[in-house]
């Protein structure tokens, strides 16, 4: 009887180990899909009537799965907002402050917080316009009608995000992509682990719940 209970309780040990493990694979591949990329619409940024450019303060980039120790890098895909009386085409570059700030001093441009999911843009003055952002020495930069800025870094970093033509004001719609190669290996992994636990705690289960062995007519029974 003892054997039975034990074998129970572990047999339940791995039905829950099991669900755990499925429920898991089955997020990360429903989250990342077959690519191993989630995006993620982090809203639009409307900057004032003369600012020439929107900048951002990046504490980190790149990102994890949580609870598993697989990191991703990360992208950041701007595109003019529909009705955005720009161009069609935006500048986004990145680098750190200290070549961020030689580029914007003395020019209009707004500071964008997030906090909670919502922007806030802070005006910062100027006196001048700015330089074609081509000549600054960004960490990396991208162009276009949806210009995509990789962000391979775990260093802190400034978005620089403006009109392709330095033109104000800049109306744009930010998307935050993050590429994880490994997730999709990893919710395979995973999942399986859960069904070949899943078919050790069935088994074990049966076991706990099955009836003992018959008596045979040979064995004695007390009066």
């Known amino acids: 009887m003892l054997k039975r209970v ?45 600012s020439q450019a929107i900048v951002i303060d990046v504490d980190r980039v790149g990102g994890d799965i949580p609870y598993l120790p697989v990191s991703g890098t990360a992208a950041l895909i701007a ?43 802070t005006p910062v003055p100027g006196f001048r316009d700015l330089d074609p952002p081509e000549g600054a020495t960004w960490e990396a930069s991208a162009g276009g009608p949806s210009a995509r800025l990789s962000l391979e870094t775990q260093s802190p970093t400034t978005v620089v995000v403006m009109n392709a033509d330095g033109s104000p004001p800049v109306d ?22 859960g069904l070949i636990t899943l078919i050790m705690g069935l088994v074990l289960l049966r076991t706990a719940l099955g009836r003992g062995r018959p008596r045979g007519v040979h064995e004695a029974v007390g009066p």
């Open 6 to 50: 034990v074998a129970g309780f572990f047999a339940l040990l791995l039905l829950a180990i099991a669900a755990v493990a499925m429920f898991s694979g089955g997020w990360i591949w429903s989250t990342f899909g077959t690519e191993g990329v989630v995006s993620t619409p982090m809203g639009r940024l409307t900057g004032g009537s003369t």
């Open 79 to 121: 595109t003019p907002a529909v009705g955005a009386p720009g161009p069609p085409e935006i500048f986004i570059a990145h680098a750190p402050a200290r070549t961020a700030n030689e580029y914007l001093t003395g020019a209009r441009y707004d500071v964008g917080r997030r906090s909670d999911g919502d922007w806030t843009l």
């Open 172 to 193: 744009v719609l930010l998307t935050l992509e993050l590429d994880v190669p490994d997730a999709v290996t990893i919710a395979v992994v995973i999942a399986t682990i």
